[in-house]
């Protein structure tokens, strides 16, 4: 059976406070409109969690013994029609789809700042258009695609797998494998107990104290290595 909370453009189907405020998130958010948008799913069946977000920044935590999945939701727009917004569980995914679609003739940009909460056994992956990523205490494996955007993961009990498209890359704590795509900016790795391949495009390659390393194309920028393998 498929669960579905969802949050839409009447205002009786939300959870948390409905703010029209100017804002300050960089986005050209004084000209947006602003509410909070809280959603819920029970994960006690759940192996695997999907991010589909848009543009906005994106902070996941994993916490060990929780059951539920937690979303905040900070939604800026023009038009409610922009927002999609929805929590699903179909078997044992669950999966979040974030958007805000531009509209109209205004400079202002619509994204949503999302907060998540989660299991630390689920699996995760993210699939993330535009706006800084944090990413934290998840025990299992983490895929991650990124647009654009600073990156930074910790503390991951197995491998992760990275394809950014621009903007720095910072890891550290990992228990499994790191791959890593990059096209531009600069990757700082520390702490891999598993192998680090690397695929740059351009930026600084920096990395520390892990199992082993593969460099497959550094592209322009230097390379520091410390405490890797038997160097």
Not at 73 to 88: F, G, M, P, Q, W
Not at 107 to 130: C, F, K
């Amino acid at each position: 059976m498929k669960l579905t909370v969802i949050a839409v453009a009447a205002a009786s189907l939300l959870t948390g406070c409905v703010v029209y405020a100017n804002g300050s998130g960089g986005w050209g958010d004084d000209d947006l409109k602003h509410e909070t948008r809280e959603l819920s799913l029970a994960a006690a069946d759940l192996t695997r969690f999907e991010i589909d977000a848009g543009a906005g920044s994106l902070e996941v935590v994993g916490e060990q013994g929780r059951s539920v999945i937690d979303v905040v939701a900070e939604v800026y727009y023009n038009e409610k029609d922009e927002i999609e917004l929805s929590l699903t569980q179909d078997g044992d995914q669950a999966e979040l789809v974030a958007d805000a679609s531009r509209s109209g003739w205004s400079d202002s940009s619509p994204h949503i700042n999302l907060t998540v909460y989660m299991p630390e056994a689920m699996a995760l992956d993210v699939n993330d258009g535009s706006g800084s990523i944090s990413i934290s205490g998840i025990d299992a494996d983490v895929d991650i695609h990124d647009g654009s955007g600073s990156l930074e993961v910790r503390d991951i009990g197995g491998n992760l797998d990275i394809d950014d498209g621009s903007g720095s890359i910072d890891v550290r704590d990992v228990q499994g494998d790191i791959m890593v795509d990059d096209g531009s900016g600069s990757i700082y790795v520390n702490d891999v107990a598993g192998k680090v391949t690397i695929d740059d495009g351009s930026g600084s390659i920096t990395v520390r104290n892990a199992g082993d390393l593969d460099i497959i194309d550094d592209g322009s920028g230097s390379v520091s290595t410390e405490n890797v393998g038997n160097h």
